[in-house]
């Protein structure tokens, strides 16, 4: 089982690029990397998911070394609204067995 | 707009009454997911399904069942309610492919007295 582990809670300020590392030690190679985004009251919500390399979307960038034993999500410029709790989670997608959200990072952006 | 919603929102109950809270999914995904929600733990994945009439334990299954008599459904059953699992309750669905993401349910927070 692929566990991941996070830094339990970071503080930002306002208009600041932040990035959240993930550790994910016994990745295999069928795993993706997914992070989501959960705010209080809430269910969690996707981010963005990659393989290897770097992955882009309008919220996020994802960025994952050649080894994949750890994964960076980078939120560009963030906003009061980015305070949340973000889960990294690793998977092959083919048995929610390999699915582990483990305790997240809650981000705290900060005016 | 598809959608997957939980129900009831807010649960009070007594510890040994049997509890069941409802997820419906409109997506028409095969794959169905419950997680409980607690302070310190994250997400525990407790029941998951792949499709009609297939259902598989998680982590935390001990006291809980569930059943999948159609796709849009998949019901969470306390047998017997135990303060211990007092906890916001998530149900998400998603498919197999490659990509893909879960899709939660707006949560459901159950208090057993």
């Known amino acids: 089982l692929a566990k991941t582990t996070q830094p339990i809670s970071m503080d930002s300020y306002e208009g600041q690029e932040v990035n959240i590392t993930c550790s994910h030690n016994?990745?295999?190679?069928?795993?993706?990397i997914t992070w989501y985004q959960q705010f209080p009251s809430q269910g969690p919500r996707f981010i963005i998911q990659g393989y290897k390399t770097k992955v882009t979307n309008e919220v996020a960038s994802l960025f994952i070394p050649a080894d994949r034993k750890s994964s960076t999500l980078s939120l560009p410029r963030v906003s009061l609204s980015d305070t949340a709790v973000y889960y990294c989670l690793v998977g092959d997608l083919t048995g929610a067995n390999n699915l582990f959200f483990g305790t997240g990072t809650r981000l705290t952006v900060i005016p | 707009d598809a959608e997957i919603t939980q129900s009831p929102r807010h649960k009070i109950t007594e510890t040994g009454r049997q509890v069941t809270l409802a997820c419906h999914q409109t997506w028409n995904h095969n794959n169905m997911f419950w997680y409980r929600q607690d302070l310190g733990h994250g997400l525990r994945l407790i029941h998951y399904?792949?499709?009609?009439?297939?259902?598989n334990k998680g982590e935390v299954s001990d006291g809980y069942s569930v059943s999948r008599s159609n796709t849009e459904d998949l019901p969470l059953t306390l047998e017997s309610a135990a303060s211990s699992q007092t906890s916001v309750y998530f149900c998400?669905?998603?498919?197999?492919?490659?990509?893909?993401?879960?899709?939660f349910g707006p949560g459901t927070r159950l208090t057993v007295l």
């Open positions: 016994n990745i295999a190679t069928n795993d993706y």
């Open positions: 998400a669905s998603s498919t197999w492919t490659k990509g893909d993401t879960q899709y």
């Open positions: 399904s792949y499709g009609v009439q297939d259902t």
